[in-house]
T-cell receptor, first 113, second 111 residues
Framework: DTAVSQTPKYLVTQMGNDKSIKCEQNLGHDTMYWYKQDSKKFLKIMFSYNNKELIINETVPNRFSPKSPDKAHLNLHINSLELGDSAVYFC????????????FGPGTRLTVT | GQQLNQSPQSMFIQEGEDVSMNCTSSSIFNTWLWYKQDPGEGPVLLIALYKAGELTSNGRLTAQFGITRKDSFLNISASIPSDVGIYFCAGATGTASKLTFGTGTRLQVTL
């Protein structure tokens, strides 16, 4: 069974649309994350949730809103998509807030046209 | 934001050769990690280091936490084709599990 899964794998959409990416982990971890990887492969953290509570918000535009219905799920909703949002988005999880050993999902490649 | 510098940026080696790469920072980190990313996949954790000077192995991989806490090194011995990928270092300072990732080293292995 996949430890951290994301859907969809690929997402192509037009500017101005609203889209969501879903993430689920079956590791029993308490903390989940969203990362953005740009075209140069640079990975940067966007958000972190611990047990459904937001603990890291890295100056991400308000158009990005994470939602955690329970500690096994962390979804990412993006409003009014822009060309610059095109990237690969990774979900990850770790055992607790101090757990630096993070386990990543397979990624969602978002292309905004 | 802060970024960790990795070198080399890319390397082409022959199967069987040993590989060395490093990661440097202008700031101190309390934890260093090494990840590998295959094409179209997410990063996979290889090694975690928690103490300055620590040397840890995982099969053919050996990583070291620099004494200054501002660098880390990864060695791969006797490389094989499946070692191909991008290797990322990541550092953490102890606040809410925030990882800062390096710029990556792309490894290509030729037969």
């Amino acid at each position: 069974d996949t430890a951290v899964s994301q859907t969809p794998k690929y997402l192509v959409t037009q500017m101005g649309n609203d889209k969501s990416i879903k993430c689920e982990q079956n590791l029993g971890h308490d903390t989940m994350y969203w990362y953005k990887q740009d075209s140069k492969k640079f990975l940067k953290i966007m958000f972190s949730y611990n047990n459904k509570e937001l603990i890291i918000n890295e100056t991400v535009p308000n158009r990005f809103s994470p939602k955690s219905p329970d500690k096994a799920h962390l979804n990412l909703h993006i409003n009014s998509l822009e060309l610059g949002d095109s990237a690969v988005y990774f979900c990850a999880s770790s055992q607790d807030p101090g757990g630096y050993e993070q386990y990543f999902g397979p990624g969602t490649r978002l292309t905004v046209t | 934001g802060q970024q960790l510098n990795q070198s080399p940026q890319s390397m082409f080696i022959q199967e069987g050769e040993d590989v060395s790469m490093n990661c440097t920072s202008s700031s101190i980190f309390n934890t260093w990690l090494w990840y590998k990313q295959d094409p179209g996949e997410g990063p996979v954790l290889l090694i975690a280091l928690y103490k300055a000077g620590e040397l840890t192995s995982n099969g053919r991989l050996t990583a070291q936490f620099g004494i200054t806490r501002k660098d880390s090194f990864l060695n791969i011995s006797a490389s094989i084709p499946s070692d191909v990928g991008i290797y990322f270092c990541a550092g953490a300072t102890g606040t809410a599990s925030k990882l800062t990732f390096g710029t990556g080293t792309r490894l290509q292995v030729t037969l």
